[in-house]
């Protein structure tokens, strides 16, 4: 049996810091801080093998760096992983060296999609042990099972072989079947920490698929959990939920999936099965304009959906050709006219800066933004991530801005496009949310949305 940390490092600035998967996100007033779904996995598979693990989520109970140092200091774990994520990826790294200074015997080990693709440069820190490539929790396990010397036998990870020094990468692990996939282990977190944005009220993850079947190029979702939908059984899904109810008292879920909507025979079977239930869980999700229709959205409100969110990228449709999304702006269009005709809640997320992107393009986005009948906008900047066909795009064209290396986030502009400079794309982000947020009516439909006693506090973060 071993002793195993599993957390999410502190951020710098002690920011709230979301690092999940494809999601990396700072927290603010519509990126809010989530529950740490992938450690909690990984906890459940640990547990099941006897060990015992810890989790602790650093942004979320604001605590930083001291206190980690302490807490390795005292509980001399066996074995600490972390959550990374590229717009913190030199912080993340640099973890490594505390936990050896305040513990020399701790095994040390990152995962996440940027030391997935990138794991020369993470084990170029020499206080890292191990990176954990793709889908964590299996070869997580592995690595805790097994002593040292078997590090070769282990699939799916990269390591410095202690005698010639030199990096080694083993060949990938498989993905879990998602009959086997267990359910997030809560009990070790806090999770009085996660507040639903503008509702203020508890809540946890539900993860009902994996994968990504699509390839849109500026997205990190299959290097995490592969190209194919891997969908968990509905009824390991169901008593999830009962359990997080029956246990913790949380009724809000937000359904993490990278395409939940995809399958519509899935989705069917999952709605009526949750509608059968009776269980009053009330949920949101992303999804893909493609993939939905009237009946579904109509079964989906009826099983507890309030909200629906939309990767609409932009107003233009050569831009979205040049993403890889395959979409059109017709097909947004029309899936945000029939989630509000539902009477769903219906947020679209934007992106400014795609290959071919001009002001003129970025001027159709957000016209489309306004155009539209919806609640909550976001707006990007396009990232070109590691690992997406985006940053090989913007390495081979010499997009990318130098200063930057490969620390990118969505918040900030890195790429120089022709006739389009980062700077430009900033300020016309910063335009696009004061004119989206600065009408009448989306203030009202904002406002319809925010509990009273969380609505000082919204407002207050929208004026930042
Ligand atoms: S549909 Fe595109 S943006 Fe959405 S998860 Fe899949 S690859 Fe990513």
């Known amino acids: 049996m071993a002793t195993i940390l599993l957390f999410n490092p502190p951020a710098p600035g002690s920011r709230g810091f979301t690092r999940e998967g494809r999601c990396t996100q700072e927290s603010g007033i519509w990126g809010t801080q989530w529950p740490p779904v992938s450690l ?9 093998d006897g060990h015992l693990v810890r989790i602790i989520d650093f942004p979320a109970v604001g605590k930083g760096t001291d206190s980690l140092a302490v807490i390795v200091r005292t509980e001399t774990p066996d074995f600490a992983f972390w959550n990374t994520g590229t717009p913190t990826i030199a912080n993340d790294l640099h973890i490594a060296l505390l936990i050896r200074h305040n513990c020399p015997k701790t095994v040390t080990g990152v995962i996440g999609t940027h030391v997935s693709v990138l794991p020369e440069e993470a084990l170029r820190e020499p206080a890292l042990d191990i990176v954990i490539r793709h889908e964590p929790e299996r070869i997580l396990l592995n690595v805790c099972r097994a002593d040292e010397r078997a590090w070769t036998e282990i699939k799916g990870i990269s390591y410095r072989d202690g005698k ?29 920490a996660y507040r639903l944005p503008l509702k203020g009220r508890r809540f946890l993850i539900v993860a009902p698929v994996r994968g990504c079947p699509y390839r849109c190029n500026f997205c990190t979702a299959p290097i995490y ?36 909507t995809a399958d519509r025979a899935y989705l069917r079977e999952f709605c009526l099965a949750l509608i059968d239930s009776g269980l009053p869980i009330s949920w949101t999700c992303n999804s893909r304009v493609d993939t939905i229709d009237i009946e579904s959205l109509r079964m989906m409100k009826e099983a507890g959906l309030w909200m629906i969110s939309f990767g609409l990228e932009s107003g233009n449709d050569e831009i979205l050709r040049n993403s890889g999304k395959h979409i ?10 029939m ?22 393009t970025m001027e159709q986005t957000l016209k489309f933004a306004l155009f539209l009948p919806l609640d909550i906008a976001q707006f990007y900047a396009a990232t070109p991530f590691p690992g997406t066909d985006l940053y090989e795009l913007a390495k081979n064209n010499g997009w990318l801005q130098r200063r930057n290396g490969t620390s990118f986030s969505q918040s900030t502009a890195v790429m120089d496009l022709p006739g389009l400079p980062a700077w430009k794309v ?27 006693s969380v609505a000082r506090n919204v407002f207050r973060l929208m004026k930042r």
């Not at 219906?346 to 002001?359: I, R």
């Open 40 to 48: 909690s996995t990984t906890a459940a598979f640990l547990k099941r």
């Open 426 to 452: 900033d300020h016309f982000r910063k335009k696009a949310y004061r004119a989206f947020y600065g009408r009448p009516s989306a203030i009202l439909r904002l406002a319809a949305m925010v509990e009273p």
């Open 164 to 192: 010639r020094g030199t990096i080694v990468h083993n060949p990938d692990e498989t993905l879990i079947a998602p009959e086997d996939i267990l359910a997030p282990n809560w009990e070790t977190l806090d999770i009085s």
């Open 339 to 360: 989630a509000q005709k539902t009477g769903l809640k219906v947020a679209g997320h934007f992106m400014f800066g795609l290959p071919g992107e001009t002001m003129e």
């Open 225 to 260: 959990y592969g190209g194919r939908l891997r969908k968990r059984p509905v009824s390991h899904v169901i008593a999830e939920m009962e359990d997080n109810l029956i246990r913790f008292g949380i009724k809000d879920i937000f359904m993490w999936a990278d395409t939940f």
């Open 328 to 337: 059109s702006v017709d097909q947004s269009k029309e899936a945000v006219r």
